[in-house]
T-cell receptor
């Protein structure tokens, strides 16, 4: 069982560079999401999707872009990296309704922007 | 938006003792889920325990149990017989079906040998 697979695990960028964090899940979950984790601030929702072709903004969407072309994949794009985007990023998925309601997480990606 | 509050940024416990982590939440709904997640230094998010709001019985998973007070909107986590491997950040989370997850800011638990 792969669960939620997130890559890369570590990345260093220079200010202004762009990159994509990849996320894939094999549980047929409708809901996929991206969070960032910063010290003392818990997990903050960046973007989410409730199905292929449907995305929406979370609490901190600025500077990030997402798309959901398939049920399995939900990449997160940093358009022009800034030092404020230095963080740990988590992709997570779940069923949207019914079932246990549990959120399944990837292993996280530590991003440093210099 | 829903809010989840963890008022204890840091807690410590002696090995083999019991510790309780606090969580309160704000909602006007009657049917929802509550969760406790553990994040060890490996940073992997691990589900510890889950409570369905319509169930009056408190959830239990081995040494982990919750005290769910629906009217008070309180959902505390009790860890019994604490072990060194319990040292981690613990996050409380709230969710309704068809809606977002809301997380608290976390409690860092230290286990003292």
């Amino acid at each position: 069982n792969a669960g939620v697979t997130q890559t890369p695990k570590f990345q260093v960028l220079k200010t202004g560079q762009s990159m994509t964090l990849q996320c894939a899940q094999d549980m047929n979950h409708e809901y996929m999401s991206w969070y960032r984790q910063d010290p003392g601030m818990g997990l903050r929702l960046i973007h989410y999707s409730v199905g292929a072709g449907i995305t929406d903004q979370g609490e901190v969407p600025n500077g990030y872009n997402v798309s959901r072309s398939t049920t399995e994949d939900f990449p997160l794009r940093l358009l022009s990296a800034a030092p404020s985007q230095t963080s740990v990023y988590f992709c997570a998925s779940s069923y949207w309704t019914g079932h246990s309601g549990e959120l399944f997480f990837g292993e996280g990606s530590r991003l440093t922007v210099l | 938006a829903q809010t989840v509050t963890q008022s204890q940024p840091e807690m410590s416990v002696q090995e083999a003792e019991t510790v309780t982590l606090s969580c309160t939440y704000d909602t006007s709904e009657s049917d929802y889920y509550l969760f406790w997640y553990k994040q060890p230094p490996s940073r992997q998010m691990i589900l510890v325990i889950r409570q369905e709001a319509y169930k009056q019985q408190n959830a239990t998973e081995n040494r982990f149990s919750v005290n769910f007070q629906k009217a008070a909107k309180s959902f505390s986590l009790k860890i019994s017989d604490s072990q060194l491997g319990d040292a981690a950040m613990y996050f409380c989370a709230y969710r309704r079906n068809g809606n977002q997850f809301y997380f608290g800011t976390g409690t860092s638990l230290t286990v003292i040998p």
